[in-house]
Every structure is written in structure tokens, then in C-alpha cells.
């Protein structure tokens, strides 16, 4: 038809267990994407620097109480007050690199087996944001994660947990996800990252159009 693409940057997600070397695998894709010229940032849900996350904050260091179900509107809440930062950045052409976004909200939520916090529950108050171009999935045995650095400090870092947590995440992988193997090398995982992001930006920059949250 006669619609005009636009170009426009990618959302570029990355999701799995606690510790599974997320946030430097998004620190070393924005390095990449920026040394091959493409305009990147780097983002994390949740985000703590918000009056909103320091309430999330302090529920995931135990040092309050809340509701799941109130809980979990935090989280959503975290990244709706992001969501016209987001959509602008987007339209002008800037790609987000996002340690953890809605995908996280509904496993580790649904991961809690509370009949009324269901997955279809978790994802029908989460509609107004875009849904990721690209979904790179870390996948590692919860044991495996268990044993790395630090593990154990927040809320949910607990082995049963993150394997309830990890399989909430197989329930929603679509053909926008792909699985990388989290196990290997820093620089072998980054390898990997680089092949599967690399079409998926420049989709984006010839005006692939941008989606909604399951749809
Ligand atoms: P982080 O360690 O990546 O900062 O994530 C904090 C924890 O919060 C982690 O255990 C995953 C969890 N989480 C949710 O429960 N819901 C959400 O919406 C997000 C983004 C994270």
C-alpha cells in the first residue's frame, strides 16, 4: 500500500534467570552497535532511579512487604512511565538495548502458581507498550546460575523459584525469541548476540513497523 516506512531504532530485549549474564551482554551489544555506527542505549527494568522503583527496590532486598498483585503493577507501572521516553527514541531512530522488560513482569509473576495472577492475567494489564523486535532468551540451569557471585541477595533468587521463573519464560517465546546458549564464554555469547541483532536492527531502519505486547 501507499504507507510511507519511516526508519525508526530497535527494541532489542534480553531476558532469562538472575544472573545469568544479562546486563553484560546488553553493555557489550551497545558498545558493538555504536563502534558500527548505529545510535544505541542501554536501559533496565526494573528501573530503580524512579519513586516507583525504589519501591520495587525495596521489596526485592526483603526490606518491605507488598501484595503480589500490587507487586506486580509496580513492575508494569516502572516501564509504562518509561513508555513515552521509549516510543521517542524509538521514532527517532535511537535503538534500545533493554536488560529485562515485560516478558520478565509476567514469568516471575505467573512463576508464583497464584490462580489469580495467571499468565494471561499478567499479560492483559500490559498491552499499552510495544513488544521487543528481538527477544534474546539466556537460557542456563538454575543450579548453574545458583553458583555465580552474589547469588542469593535478592527476593527471588532461589533455585525452585528461577526454575518456575524459567519455564513461565519457554511458555511465552514466539518467532520473535532467540535462544542463546548462556553457559559458554563471555565473547562467545556476545557472538552469538551480534548474528541474531544485527538483521533485526536493520529491519527496523528499513521500517519494519514496530509491534504490540502479544499481538
Ligand atoms: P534485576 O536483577 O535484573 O535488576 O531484576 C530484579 C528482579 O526483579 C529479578 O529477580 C527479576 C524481577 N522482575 C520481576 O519480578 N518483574 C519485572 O517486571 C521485572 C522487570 C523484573
Redesign the pocket.
Known amino acids: 500500500d501507499t504507507v510511507r516506512k519511516v526508519p525508526r531504532g530497535a527494541l532489542i530485549v534480553f531476558e532469562g534467570g538472575?544472573r545469568c549474564g544479562k546486563t553484560t551482554q546488553c553493555s557489550k551489544l551497545v558498545e558493538r552497535l555504536r563502534s558500527q555506527g548505529v545510535d544505541a542505549v542501554m536501559w533496565?527494568?526494573?528501573d530503580r532511579s524512579t519513586s516507583i522503583g525504589a519501591a520495587i527496590n525495596a521489596y526485592?532486598a526483603e526490606q518491605s512487604h507488598l501484595d503480589d498483585a500490587v507487586v506486580h503493577m509496580l513492575?508494569v507501572a516502572n516501564r509504562l512511565e518509561k513508555r513515552e521516553e521509549m516510543l521517542r527514541l524509538l521514532a527517532g531512530g535511537t535503538t534500545l538495548v533493554l536488560?529485562?522488560y515485560s516478558y520478565?513482569?509476567v514469568a516471575?509473576?505467573a512463576a508464583k502458581g497464584l490462580p489469580h495472577l495467571s499468565i494471561e492475567y499478567c499479560k492483559s494489564v500490559e498491552v499499552l507498550l510495544p513488544a521487543a523486535d528481538l527477544v534474546l532468551h539466556m537460557t542456563m540451569t538454575a543450579e548453574a546460575t545458583a553458583a555465580r557471585g552474589g547469588y542469593g541477595q535478592?527476593r527471588?533468587e532461589k533455585v525452585e523459584f528461577q526454575k518456575k521463573a524459567m519455564e513461565a519464560f519457554e511458555a511465552l517465546r514466539d518467532e520473535r525469541w532467540a535462544v542463546i546458549d548462556a553457559s559458554g564464554t563471555i565473547e562467545d555469547i556476545h557472538q552469538q548476540v551480534v548474528a541474531v541483532t544485527e538483521p533485526v536492527v536493520r529491519q527496523a531502519l528499513a521500517g519494519r513497523a514496530l509491534g504490540r505486547l502479544w499481538d
Open positions: 538472575d533496565r527494568f526494573p526485592l513492575f536488560d529485562r520478565s513482569g516471575y509473576t535478592e527471588y
